[in-house]
Antibody, heavy 126, light 109 residues
């Protein structure tokens, strides 16, 4: 059974960089079938898609965060990671990682997220 | 940007009754819509994909319908464990620009 688990600091100072890692078990990121993504949830903005990555490193980001976001993958560790720079209090949220069932054959198709990790709360505060 | 709007914000229904939740898109997403259930302290769980297909392990009392801009999640014969917040998500475009509704909180009386 595929499982995802987020890890990283729960407190980040304003203007610094938020860094989280998602560890995948029960399956391999490098299997190449699907994408892997980050979503966050804050009381003020609900669920917000951050970005997705393919095992090859190909990424797609939410334009509203694109200038501050980097998602990377480490297939040797079966992990993918999120970095969000120049954080403010508005970036305080529960951050989830999830498998995104988007795929590319002759064409590419967007998709839903399943399963999700349990989520990790990140608070931005001095 | 496709904006998803859910209604009502809160719904209170008695056990054994039917709940109908709505999701509207600002432009057509065809059938590229998913529904999720989120209970307090838990991650969202996929219920429905492609507007009407139930995810693995989801009880038959959950059903989805609609296409284009109007979608409905129906939960028949409500049970106490169905108390949760329900979200819709569209996945129409590539490159992806995913968006979620703001959620409907379902309370069981």
């Amino acid at each position: 059974q595929l499982q995802l688990q987020e890890s990283g600091p729960g407190l980040v100072r304003p203007s610094e960089t938020l860094s989280l890692t998602c560890t995948v078990s029960g399956g391999f990121i490098s299997s190449g079938t699907y994408y892997w993504g980050w979503i966050r949830q804050s009381p003020g903005k609900g669920l917000e898609w951050i970005g997705i990555i393919y095992y090859s490193g190909s990424t797609y980001y939410n334009p509203s965060l694109k200038n501050r976001v980097t998602i990377s993958v480490d297939t040797s560790k079966n992990q993918f990671s999120l970095r969000l720079s120049s954080v403010t209090a508005a970036d305080t949220a529960v951050y989830y990682c999830a498998r995104n069932l988007a795929y590319c054959g002759a064409n590419c198709y967007s998709s839903w997220f399943d399963p999700w990790g349990q989520g990790t709360l990140v608070t931005v505060s001095s | 940007e496709i904006v998803m709007t859910q209604s009502p914000a809160t719904l209170s229904v008695s056990p054994g009754q039917r709940a109908t939740l709505s999701c509207r898109a600002t432009q057509s997403v065809s059938s590229n819509l998913a529904w999720y259930q989120q209970k307090p302290g838990q991650a969202p769980r996929l219920l429905i994909f492609d507007a009407s297909s139930r995810a693995t392990g989801i009880p038959a009392r959950f059903s989805g319908s609609g296409s284009g801009t109007e979608f409905t999640l129906t939960i028949s014969s409500l049970q106490s464990e169905d108390s949760a917040v329900y979200y819709c998500q569209q996945y129409k475009n590539w490159p992806p620009m995913y968006s979620f509704g703001q959620g409907t909180k379902l309370e069981i009386k």
